[in-house]
Every structure is written in C-alpha cells, then in structure tokens.
C-alpha cells in the first residue's frame, strides 16, 4: 500500500474532509433507503398506472433487489481494488440513470428492466459508502461517524413509506424516482471535489466474477420460475426448467466459492455454528418481515380504503420502534450476549405477525388503532430487540479481521431474504387470492365458465377489473367476494411469516451460544 493510500486507510485526512466524506455517504445510501421503503406504498398507484399485474409488481420489486444481492459482495471487493471514490461514483451516476429510466418508464417491462439496472448502481453505492468512511475517518472518529451515517439511514428508511404514500396520493408515484437525480447530482459534486482516493493495494487482482455470475443467474432462474408459476396459464415444462436452471446456478455458486482462491464468500465462515445460525435466522426473518411489507399496502388501500399516505404513515410504528429499541437491545445483547433477545425477538415479532391475520375488511382508518397498530406496534417491539444482537452475533462469530467480511454476507442474507419473500410468499399470495375467489364463487353457484374468466384475473390481486359483459348481480358477487378473498390471502401470509419468525427463534435457541463469544484475534 501506498504512503499515500496507507494515510488515507488510517484515517489521516482532515477533519473537514471526513466530514464531507460523511456527508456523500449518508447522500448515497439515503437515495438507496428512501428508494427501497418508498416504493411498496406506491405499487398500487402504479400498478393503475402502467395496467401492471400482481407477477408484474412482484417482478418491479425483486428486479433490483436481486442485482443488489448477487452483486453486493463484489461491489465491495471492485471498490477495494480499483478505488473506493471512483467506484461509488460509478455506482451513484448508474443509480441516477436508472432512476431516470424509472420514472420515465412507459410500461410495467420498462420499469422493470430500469429497476435491475438501478440494483447494479445500489450493489456499488452500498458497499462503496460505509469502506469510504472506513478508509478515510481515522479510529478516533470512525465510530461516531459510523453512528451517524446508521442513524441517517434508518430515519431516511422510516420516512420512504410516507414519502412514496405522499407522493403515490397525489398521482406523483414517478416522483419516487424524480427524487434520486437532486440527490445524486449532490453526491456526485461533493465526491469529485473533497474526496480523496482511497484503496486496498493488497485486494487480490483477481476477483471471483464468476461467483457473481453464478449467484445472478441462479437467483433470476428462481425467481422467474416462482413468479411464474403463480400465473393461471404458464407452461409448466418451461417453468420447471428455469428452476432447475436457477437451482443449479446457486449449487455451481457454491462449487466455485470452494475452489476460488479470492471467493466473495468464503464458505469457511459457516463452519462457524453460530455464524450458520445468524444467517439462518436472518434469512427467516426478513423473509417473513418483507413479505409483510410487500402486502400490507396493498391491503390498506386496495381492501381496507386507506389513501397511500395513510398507508405510509400507517407504517412508521415499526421503524420508530426499530430507532428506539435498537439501541437499548444492543446494550443488553453486550452485557448479557444476543441469544436471549435472538430468541424472544422474533417470538414477538412472530406475534405480531400472526395478528395481522386477524382484521377482515374494516372500516377503513377509523379501525387503524384497534385492528392494524397493535400488530405493527408488536412486529417493530419484535424487529428492534433483534437486529442489534443479530449484528453482535455474526461480529462475534469470526475472527476480528474478518468482521467486515461477515456483516457483508449477513447484509447480503437480509437483501436474499428479500428476494426470496417477493418471489415465494408473492406467489403463494397470488395463488391463495385466486383460489380462495374461486372458491367462494362456486360456493355463490357462480357458472364455470364466468369463474375461469373472474379468476384469470385474480392475478391483478385487489385491483382486478370485473367483466363489463357480466350480469349486475353476479358482479355484485364478485365486488362482494374479491376484497375477502384477498384478506384470505393477506392472512397466508401473516401465518407463514410468523411461523418463519418462530423458526428463527428456534434456531436462536439451538445454534447461538449463551454467552457471547470472545473475540478470537
């Protein structure tokens, strides 16, 4: 390593200057934040707009997540090696384009194929803001740094929701996006003009490309054939070879993970029992979390009457409850170790996962307080007493210097978890709608042929359009039987994301060790 680069990787940079690199980190990530939580209360709006269906939405939302989650580890390891400033500003100006792109998007195809192209920006920026403030703040103020850019980021995350209902609301759902290029264009200001350069000269010159490759791949094998399944009409011969395909993406990631000599993932880290269990009680509980967070919009303004802002607004107990608790969680996790709130966290938020299954149609906001905000008051209880002890345990798990290392394969596992709620519990919430349409129109004597055309349509989930052509009182029927049986629907869901919470607690109580680890270096 160079003197110069060695200076700037221990912090010997003035303060002035650390606090502009602050300043484009928290820039950077915020776009990212307020772009992941805004968007799912403007799916509504927007899937009015551009006619889109349920697997459409569904392939809008994991289009970037799983760029994001197959890229992640080699964006860190790409800014390491070629330098942190360029790379993070490669990654903002393609995040900018692409929002672009999205608010400009004509059609559901578009915004699709734009949104990926926004997670490969994310997979750079990400990684690219926290080593920025890691190699260029010295020791002595990198943890405050760090705290602020963490405290930013969740406030940022807690004011998406509103923001994207404020905006959905007022038929502005493209101002989601619109809202990125101000944003950006600072970042990108502030980064060429007081920031220096700043890499790892010892980054191995190869990197593991092909397990990138193998990682995307697989994961967009997976998620087309599951999205796919879930409509009425799909070929199942071609939706079964694409996941096999997928499946066997991800068996030849881990093949080369083993044999590379610069893995992104280092599969040695899973030897460790309780690095094994935080990843597996991570990827079910955020898999739970964002399967919730995908559908309860759609059920406040679709089923229950709610406007998108009440919508958004509907959602902040969960992250005031995560900003609050989190803290206080972190403090117990380090005098008493994680496993006790690893296992009573997500019994709790398994809690409040399973009341979210009981509502049926309400009268809309009026109801709020007494059937939708004590399981959101419950859920974010549950969230905010694990995601710092969580932390502590993986940290805890590996040795110092890999430290960094295991919180990026955990960050990927949270955004994994992601990708597979949208493409799991999103189809099994299609199916249950249009099974459960179905059902109660055969049991109204509703004509065969009347119900295969109604539940063609299931896949359009609460915004399904009913037939002109039909007779007013089978109509009737119908507008009687969608919003029930979407609530079906929105109640699979709930349970299958409590059970995925308890699961996580019941790897909490078997893998995690009672006492925290000590540090091995």
């Not at 939580?37 to 889109?52: F, G, I, K």
């Not at 295991?406 to 249009?434: P, Q």
């Amino acid at each position: 390593m160079t003197t110069a680069n060695h200076d700037s990787a221990c912090g010997q940079v003035p303060a002035r200057t650390g606090w502009w690199v602050l300043v484009v980190a928290v820039l950077a990530s915020g776009i990212i934040f307020i772009d992941g939580t805004a968007l799912n209360v403007a799916l509504p709006a927007l899937q009015e707009d551009l006619h889109a269906t349920g697997p459409d939405l569904l392939a809008i939302v994991n289009a970037y997540t799983l760029l994001l989650t197959a890229l992640l580890l080699l964006g860190g390891s790409l800014g390491d090696r070629y330098g942190r400033r360029r790379l993070l500003a490669i990654g903002i100006s393609v995040f900018a384009a692409a929002s672009l792109l999205c608010g400009l998007a004509p059609g559901a195809r578009f915004l699709i194929a734009a949104r990926a192209v926004q997670g490969v920006g994310a997979a750079m920026v990400i990684p690219g803001s926290l080593a920025l403030i890691t190699a260029s703040i010295g020791v002595e103020r990198r943890g405050r740094a760090i705290g602020i850019w963490s405290a930013c980021s969740v406030l940022l995350a807690a004011l998406g929701p509103f923001l994207g209902g404020l905006l959905a609301q007022a038929g502005l759902w493209r101002g989601i996006f619109f809202l990125n290029l101000p944003l950006t264009f600072l970042a990108l200001v502030v980064l060429w003009l007081a920031i220096p350069e700043s890499r790892d000269e010892r980054a191995p010159a190869r990197l593991d490309y092909a397990g990138a490759a193998t990682a995307t791949f697989g994961l967009l094998g997976i998620n087309y054939g599951l999205i796919a399944a879930s409509t009425p009409h799909h070929n199942q011969w071609v939706t079964a070879f694409i996941l096999v395909g997928g499946m066997c993406g991800l068996l030849l990631f881990v093949v080369i993970e083993a044999r590379s000599a610069h893995p992104l993932m280092p599969l040695q880290l899973f030897k460790s029992r309780t690095f094994c269990g935080a990843n597996l009680l991570t990827l079910c509980l955020y898999m739970g979390f964002n399967g919730m967070l995908l559908f309860l919009p759609l059920n406040l303004i679709q089923v229950q009457g709610y406007t998108a802002s009440m919508a958004g607004l509907g959602q902040v107990p969960v992250m005031l409850l995560l900003i609050l608790i989190s803290p206080w969680a972190g403090g117990l996790a380090d005098r008493y170790g994680p496993r006790p709130l690893l296992i009573v966290g997500p019994l709790v938020a398994g809690i409040g996962f399973a009341c979210f299954a009981l509502p049926s149609v309400t009268h809309g906001p009026s109801d709020y307080g007494k059937h939708f905000l004590p399981a959101l008051a419950l859920l974010g209880l549950g969230m905010g007493l694990t995601i710092a002890p969580l932390s502590s345990a993986v940290v805890a798990a590996v040795d110092s210097d890999r430290s960094g290392l295991a919180s990026g394969i955990n960050s990927t596992a949270a955004r994994l978890a992601g990708v597979l709620a949208v493409a799991i519990l999103g189809s099994i919430g299609i199916v249950a709608f249009r099974a459960s349409l179905e059902l109660r129109l055969t049991d109204r004597n509703v004509s065969a042929s009347v119900r295969e055309l109604l539940t063609d349509e299931a896949e359009n989930l609460g915004h399904m359009r009913i037939p002109n052509d039909l007779d007013p009182a089978t109509a009737g029927l119908a507008r009687h039987a969608i919003p029930l049986s979407f609530v079906d629907a929105f109640r699979t869901i709930s349970l299958i994301s409590a059970a995925l919470a308890w699961l996580g607690a019941a790897v909490a109580a078997v893998f995690i060790p009672a006492k925290q680890m000590p540090d091995t270096s």
